[in-house]
């Protein structure tokens, strides 16, 4: 655990350089964080345990795998994550979701949580808080320490980009949680925002602004 995973799969990183284009508009924005969701939930899924079965096919009885039914629970953080979720349940469409609401106060950069509903049994999922931006880490460090004070015990962090100071602060606050990545940026800048980055994710999923 604490271990951070960057994706350096060629149809990730390709659909990835179009989403930090700012050439790219709303609608085809929207379609690619979705892809390149589902690409990375199929990355995150891979230690996922198996239990064997039988099945019959057409020609004989055989053995074969189930997923063995671990339960997954999904936690986008408002409004961006949102962007991410659709992606996610393509490829694991029993995972209930919860919604964290939170917002960077644009002066202090400090998160501001303004809402919270969350599946009654999170303390037995395994949850994955999405956002397709960790930059102070403020955010993802708030909203992962609200989980873990409603009894989940099993968290990851999935983000599309990431500066090396959020990253950093989610290994020093939660040492627990394995971050997943499609890349790690430069460095932050003056406003906290991601450099190269992507800009503001949520107003350009939503075409806000
Ligand atoms: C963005 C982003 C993260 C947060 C990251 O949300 O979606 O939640 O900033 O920044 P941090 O790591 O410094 O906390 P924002 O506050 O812009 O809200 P929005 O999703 O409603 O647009
Ligand atoms: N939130 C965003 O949407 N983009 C950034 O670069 C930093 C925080």
């Known amino acids: 655990?604490?271990?951070?995973?960057?994706?350096?799969?060629?149809?990730?990183?390709?659909?990835?350089?179009?989403?930090?284009?700012?050439s790219?508009?709303?609608?085809?924005?929207?379609?690619?964080?979705?892809?390149?969701?589902?690409?990375?939930?199929?990355?995150?899924t891979r230690d996922l345990?198996?239990?064997?079965?039988?099945?019959?096919?057409?020609?004989?009885a055989a053995k074969a795998?189930?997923?063995?039914?671990?339960?997954?629970?999904?936690?986008?953080?408002l409004r961006a994550g949102l962007g991410m979720v659709d992606g996610v349940r393509k490829l694991i469409p029993a995972a209930k979701v919860g919604h964290v609401?939170?917002?960077?106060?644009?002066?202090?950069?400090?998160?501001?949580e303004y809402y919270i509903?969350?599946?009654?049994?999170?303390?037995?999922?395994?949850?994955?808080v999405i956002d397709p931006m960790l930059a102070t880490g403020g955010s993802a460090n708030?909203?992962?320490?609200?989980?873990k004070k409603r009894g989940a015990q099993n968290i990851r962090l999935m983000c599309l980009v990431a500066a090396p100071e959020g990253v950093e602060l989610i290994k020093k606050e939660h040492p627990d949680v394995d971050i997943y990545l499609a890349a790690l940026d430069e460095?932050?800048?003056?406003h906290g925002y991601i450099v190269p980055g992507l800009g503001d994710a949520g107003d350009r999923l939503f075409g806000t602004k």
């Open 24 to 44: 790219t508009g709303t609608k085809e924005f929207r379609e690619l964080v979705d892809e390149v969701a589902m690409l990375m939930a199929f990355e995150i």
């Open 49 to 60: 345990p198996l239990q064997d079965v039988e099945v019959e096919t057409p020609v004989t």
């Open 117 to 128: 509903k969350l599946p009654s049994d999170i303390n037995e999922r395994e949850l994955i």
């Open 65 to 77: 795998k189930v997923l063995a039914g671990k339960k997954i629970g999904l936690v986008p953080i």
């Open 187 to 190: 460095k932050l800048d003056d």
């Open 142 to 147: 708030d909203a992962i320490a609200s989980l």
């Open 101 to 112: 609401g939170l917002y960077r106060d644009p002066e202090t950069l400090q998160p501001v």
């Open 1 to 22: 655990m604490g271990n951070v995973f960057v994706f350096d799969h060629p149809l990730i990183q390709h659909k990835l350089t179009y989403i930090r284009d700012k």
